[in-house]
């Protein structure tokens, strides 16, 4: 006898713990999962590539990411209501085409744009495969708890995982091979499809085609929304609160990964200088911390998993934003901090989001929604700032870089040589974008004479750009923090984990029934109708389903063997109590014989209070871990010396020397009289580096060239350098001399 549809077994049936493993086509399906939440981030280490194949802007490029994400949250109205009429199997098999053919269209994308609307469309069929893929994933499994587990583990793996795979890919290959791999996989994915269609579904005798949403019927939804009641599709007080915490903890968590899954990258890469293929085995540490939380989350609660998580993954990003310039070892403990924290936070909000029942697949289509709105969101936020942040931090680089060129001691002509180099690299250089120092040393001085000053210009781009990304990462911080609130607001009920079941109550055969008969009336503990077999009723609905099928008619609870009414979990005091069994009427209790070995301590708790602890302890090393990268310093900085202070003796001898230090005293007095640096003060006064200049016009400026002319002969007589009969005639010189036809000599175009 069949079940009827949208009423789930007290067992093992459509939302039991009890899961079947996984069949090959399961694991298939669910690799497809995993593929499409990566796609998220995929394609963030192809971009240099990117840019340089279709010499486009960092802004153009950026869409090819963002497009996709932009996709899954508009498409997941249109989702829910193609459902209604088609069902969750035709959904995921046209999820799975659209994402195999627009990943074909993808690799062999012959300009930028067309790449761009390529990935729009990939992200509508990866909405379609994301929402389909979880009842029929609950199909393969055998319950929607197992469905489940698999679905979220797929998610937070997959996102993990997408800029370490992306980036091997296109070190090895090409970019082009990110997607090339991809259509394959999708295709593997389809044979999950007839398996799917054939498998029954939890908490039914055999399959149902096609695959919809179903209503619960009203009996299912009068139980289910008992006080109390954590049953699948609970719709009772506090639930759609519980719901939408987790959508938007989901939200704001994912928004925090901005910093993991594209800001590192982006920073390893242009400001660390790093190899797309050594960013990526870098970024391989956080999906192996991701994979590393799964052995602590078994039977944790929900709320504490998913608060440790949450600021598990503030305390990395926090340290993140307090890195050291080319920290790599700190860089690499923190994505591992930050990976584990998303092990611990993604898939419990996961699952504390999708109500198991009738609903599963309506609320798993909104969790992709919340998920990718959130990174959508916080791209939008990120990007601006960090522009900002980047063109500011650039700036301050140039003047402090044009400070170090001053004080370098080598020839003025290499100098002026260098200069010229370097304007015209800066000038070809688009905004937001870093020049080729090697080109331009290499140019300036192929003898390799001013190879010192080149490291020190590195270490002051390396300086600026790291120091760019810190308010970015330190806002996804921010969002991890925020992401708190909705983690408490889940409630604290406890997670069962797949594949364990609960003890079971023992039916007893009850009397035959023969033709014409009626079965006599079962007596059930607690209040509330029978809903037909396997129905979920009485206190056993406010305390979860059992692994197992439902009482059959005929069937009576056997002695001692009641239901749990959820009182195993109110301590080892009330289980060993209800342990006991009843004594007879009349029977006296037998007490316990002296020396009599008492019961042995549950198999496993040693392990259960290890993995409290493991959890505990995460967000504490996490912030310990911020702390002392905040505490060990060795983030640069780009600080200019004080001008209206003496600076030391210019190290380089001869005449070339003695005009140098004559032309920094200048350049020092006259900054120190317009309260300004003389780096910023030279570059000014030489407007052909394409610089920013000082809003400085030449009525003020020709003054403070006088003085500053007038400072340097002042300290070179000073310290005896200059005979005192030759500082007067300078001193006569400066006051009389065209100094406004030499500020205008120079400023001019």
């Given at each position: 006898m069949s079940r009827p549809r949208g009423v789930g077994d007290t067992g093992g049936g459509r939302t039991g713990g009890g899961a079947g493993t996984l069949s090959v086509s399961g694991w298939l399906l669910a690799l497809a999962v995993a593929v499409a939440f990566a796609d998220a981030s995929i394609v963030v280490l192809a971009a240099p590539e990117l840019l340089a194949e279709y010499d486009s802007t960092v802004s153009a490029v950026s869409w090819v990411v963002t497009g996709y994400n932009v996709a899954i949250v508009v498409a997941a109205i249109p989702v829910l209501l193609l459902v209604r009429r088609r069902g969750w199997l035709v959904l995921t098999a046209v999820g799975l085409i659209v994402f195999l053919l627009a990943s074909l269209g993808c690799a062999t994308a012959g300009s930028l744009e067309s790449l761009t609307w390529l990935r729009v469309v990939?992200?509508?069929?990866?909405?379609?495969l994301l929402a389909g893929s979880l009842p029929l994933l609950a199909r393969l499994a055998g319950s929607d708890r197992a469905g489940l587990a698999a679905w979220s583990a797929a998610a937070a793996v997959g996102a993990a995982l997408g800029p370490a795979a992306g980036g091997l890919l296109t070190e090895l290959f090409s970019w082009r091979s990110i997607f090339y791999v991809q259509a394959p996989l999708s295709a593997a994915a389809l044979v999950a499809l007839p398996r799917a269609a054939r498998s029954a579904v939890p908490g039914t005798a055999g399959p149902v085609v096609p695959a919809r949403p179903v209503r619960p019927s009203p009996a299912t939804a009068r139980v289910s929304s008992a006080p109390g009641s954590t049953a699948p599709g609970s719709t009772a007080p506090g639930s759609t609160v519980r719901l939408f915490a987790a959508h938007a903890g989901l939200a704001m968590i994912s928004a925090a990964l901005v910093g993991a899954l594209f800001l590192v990258i982006l920073l390893m890469i242009n400001g660390w200088g790093a190899t797309p293929l050594e960013a990526a085995g870098m970024a391989t540490v956080l999906p192996v911390g991701t994979l590393a939380a799964r052995y602590v989350t078994t039977g944790g609660r929900p709320r504490m998993l998913a608060l440790a998580g949450c600021l598990t993954v503030a305390g990395g990003l926090a340290s993140l934003a307090a890195v050291p310039d080319k920290g790599w070892a700190t860089a690499a403990a923190a994505l591992a901090v930050t990976g584990f924290g998303l092990g611990l936070a993604v898939p419990t909000?996961?699952?504390?989001?999708?109500?198991l029942g009738p609903r599963l697949g309506v609320d798993g289509a909104i969790s992709v929604a919340a998920r990718h709105a959130g990174l959508v969101l916080a791209l939008a936020a990120v990007t601006p700032l960090l522009a900002s942040s980047l063109a500011t931090r650039l700036d301050q680089a140039v003047i402090?870089?044009?400070?170090?060129?001053?004080?370098?001691?080598?020839?003025l002509q290499s100098k002026v040589s260098l200069a010229r180099s370097l304007g015209e690299a800066l000038g070809d250089?688009?905004?937001?974008?870093?020049?080729?120092?090697?080109?331009v040393f290499t140019k300036a001085a192929p003898d390799g004479s001013l190879d010192s000053l080149q490291d020190t210009l590195s270490g002051v781009i390396t300086t600026a750009v790291t120091g760019a990304f810190r308010d970015s990462f330190a806002l996804c911080a921010l969002c991890a923090l925020i992401a708190l609130v909705p983690a408490w607001l889940i409630g604290p009920g406890r997670r069962t984990a797949p594949g364990v079941p609960r003890p079971r109550p023992a039916p007893v055969p009850g009397p035959r029934l023969g033709a014409g008969s009626r079965p006599e009336a079962v007596p059930r503990p607690g209040p509330g109708p029978v809903h037909g077999p396997g129905a979920a009723f009485g206190p056993a609905a406010a305390f979860g389903p059992g692994p197992g099928p439902g009482l059959r008619p005929g069937e009576a609870f056997a002695p001692g063997s009641e239901p749990d009414l959820g009182l195993a979990r109110r301590g080892p005091a009330m289980r060993s109590?209800?342990?006991?069994?009843p004594a007879r009427p009349g029977q006296p209790t037998r007490p316990a014989e002296p020396g009599q070995p008492t019961r042995p301590a549950?198999?496993?708790?040693?392990?259960?209070?290890?993995?409290?602890?493991?959890?505990m302890l995460a967000p504490a090393l996490a912030i310990l871990l911020a702390v002392m990268t905040l505490s060990s310093g060795g983030r640069g900085t780009l600080a200019v010396p004080d001008p209206c202070t003496t600076q030391p003796a210019f190290a380089l001898g001869g005449a070339d020397g003695l005009v140098q230090q004559i032309a920094l005293d200048t350049l020092d007095g006259a900054a120190c009289d317009l309260k300004t640096s003389r780096a910023a003060l030279l570059l000014t006064l030489l407007p052909e580096s394409g610089q920013p200049q000082l809003d400085i016009s030449d009525d003020e400026l020709t003054p403070a060239i006088r003085e500053g002319l007038k400072h340097a002969v002042d300290r070179h007589d000073d310290d005896g350098s200059l005979p005192g009969w030759l500082a007067t005639v300078l001193r006569l010189a400066i006051r009389v001399g065209p100094v406004g036809w030499l500020v205008d000599t120079l400023r001019a175009d």
């Open positions: 990939q992200g509508g069929g990866a909405a379609l909000l996961t699952e504390a989001s999708i109500r402090a870089g044009t400070e170090a060129g001053l004080s370098e001691p080598v020839p250089t688009p905004a937001g974008e870093l020049p080729d120092l090697d080109a109590a209800q342990s006991v069994p549950e198999p496993g708790r040693v392990g259960q209070v290890s993995r409290v602890g493991a959890v």
